[in-house]
T-cell receptor, first 114, second 112 residues
Framework: GQQLNQSPQSMFIQEGEDVSMNCTSS?????WLWYKQDPGEGPVLLIA?????ELTSNGRLTAQFGITRKDSFLNISASIPSDVGIYFC??????????????FGGGTRLMVKP | GAGVSQSPRYKVAKRGQDVALRCDPI?????LFWYQQALGQGPEFLTY????????KSGLPSDRFFAERPEGSVSTLKIQRTQQEDSAVYLC??????????FGQGTRLTVV
């Protein structure tokens, strides 16, 4: 089963709103990654975090690697319609010897407000 | 092609049938991963290859699942005697080493 707790599970956005989602883990991770998955596609990497406390931006996206190495958040500023999709956090365990095998969260589904 | 290619995109199998899913990684990528993604869930790790060596198969859910990468490039995930709980999207990813892994579009398996 999955070891990462991701929240919220889903949320509605209105164009221009800021969005925030986070992941927590009971175990330590060496690397935190955030992916976006569109319907019928594989996950695409958005941001990678490699150091505890690191804050990284990629355009309107900002993500942080928690100091305890057990959590991370992703913020999307000024959302646009193409931000709709499913966002996954993923961590690479500190005791992982299998290359860069990842553990994924359950996903946050972003939808547009009717 | 430029990306990870998986085939078939969709597969419907009758319960008990054997299936084989193919992954063509990005050329030159040493590492190859298989993940299983159930509906509404995040991907879950199945197995990992470094070249032709299967270094980790701890995520394979049962001995009905088997993966191979005999020449260190194309990989096949085989599922024997499929069951309804095997219905999922099977994702393949490849990477040069320990850097970013690129995912294919996946194969959606439906067992009826």
């Amino acid at each position: 089963g999955q070891q990462l707790n991701q929240s919220p599970q889903s949320m509605f956005i209105q164009e221009g709103e800021d969005v925030s989602m986070n992941c927590t883990s009971s175990s330590i991770f060496n690397t935190w990654l955030w992916y976006k998955q569109d319907p019928g596609e594989g996950p695409v990497l958005l941001i990678a975090l490699y150091k505890a406390g690191e804050l990284t931006s990629n355009g309107r996206l900002t993500a942080q690697f928690g100091i305890t190495r057990k959590d991370s958040f992703l913020n999307i500023s000024a959302s646009i319609p193409s931000d709709v999709g499913i966002y996954f956090c993923a961590g690479q365990p500190s005791d992982n010897n299998a290359g860069n095998m990842l553990t994924f969260g359950g996903g946050t589904r972003l939808m547009v407000k009717p | 092609g430029a990306g990870v290619s998986q085939s078939p995109r969709y597969k419907v199998a009758k319960r008990g049938q054997d299936v084989a899913l193919r992954c063509d990684p990005i050329s030159g990528h040493v590492s190859l991963f298989w993940y299983q993604q159930a509906l509404g869930q995040g991907p879950e790790f199945l197995t990992y290859f470094q070249n032709e060596a299967q270094l980790d198969k701890s995520g394979l859910p049962s001995d009905r699942f088997f993966a191979e990468r005999p020449e260190g490039s194309v990989s096949t995930l085989k599922i024997q005697r499929t069951q309804q709980e095997d219905s999922a999207v099977y994702l393949c990813a490849s990477s040069l080493g320990s850097d970013e892994a690129f995912f294919g579009q996946g194969t959606r398996l439906t067992v009826v």
